[in-house]
């Protein structure tokens, strides 16, 4: 008996992780003739920037030179897929700034989905991507081992401009785990050669995931 449940466990782990290597189907690709225009990493924390029910969280607020090697990262990987127009974070910001400037927050100012549809067609983009940070932890401790592991919450939001609306959102909240601790996450964890990563690259992680889901 002992040996027939030792046998289904083994079983049932084996194809745990197989699920967990299997490949998710890719999205379609977005034609290489529309250009894309891609704002800079931020926190949402005013009604202006959301784009979900989802609100940063005020307890770490990131300098301006994380998010700026956050969004240096986001257009080196969108480089290299295949190649189109891509404008970015300098002209949405000048068209983030146009915006803002025309709202008058005092009487409650614009939806976020409504201010970010204008900046996109400030940009005169066909689709407009926008990232965003709803948490962030840094790792405690080193690759081999971990007081507390690094935790980041993004939120990818890609608008279709002349259409006005939104064409594909992605969520990727990964708090990294051991491989005992969730055998589901087996492909990343050997992935990653079994390391503890900074969160910054948890991130990187979750773009190239997000990437591959909306097709980018």
Not at 77 to 94: D, F, N, P, S
Not at 110 to 117: A, E
Request: aromatic share 6%; with cysteine; glycine share 10%.
């Amino acid at each position: 008996m002992r040996n027939w449940t030792m046998t289904n466990i083994c079983l049932w782990s084996l194809i745990l992780l197989l699920s967990a290597c299997a490949p998710r189907p890719a999205a379609p690709q977005l034609p290489v003739e529309h250009t894309l225009a891609v704002a800079g990493f931020h926190q949402p924390l005013e009604g202006w920037q959301l784009l979900s029910t989802s609100r940063a969280e005020q307890a770490r607020t990131l300098s301006p030179g994380l998010l700026d090697e956050l969004d240096a990262m986001l257009m080196e990987l969108l480089g290299e897929g295949e190649i189109r127009a891509v404008l970015g974070t300098e002209a949405t910001k000048q068209c983030q700034e146009l915006v803002l400037s025309g709202v008058n927050t005092e009487r409650g100012g614009i939806s976020g989905l409504r201010y970010w549809m204008d900046v996109g067609a400030c940009t005169r983009a066909d689709y407009l991507l926008v990232p965003q940070i709803l948490e962030w932890r840094e790792r405690e401790g080193g690759e081999w081992g971990v007081t507390e592991p690094g935790r980041v919450v993004l939120e990818l939001t890609l608008l279709n401009i002349p259409n006005q609306r939104i064409a594909q959102r992605f969520q990727y909240d990964e708090r990294q785990r051991s491989l005992s601790e969730d055998l589901l996450q087996a492909d990343r964890f050997f992935r990653r050669g079994g390391k503890w990563l900074p969160t910054k690259e948890l991130v990187r992680d979750g773009l190239r995931e997000g990437m591959r889901e909306m097709g980018l």
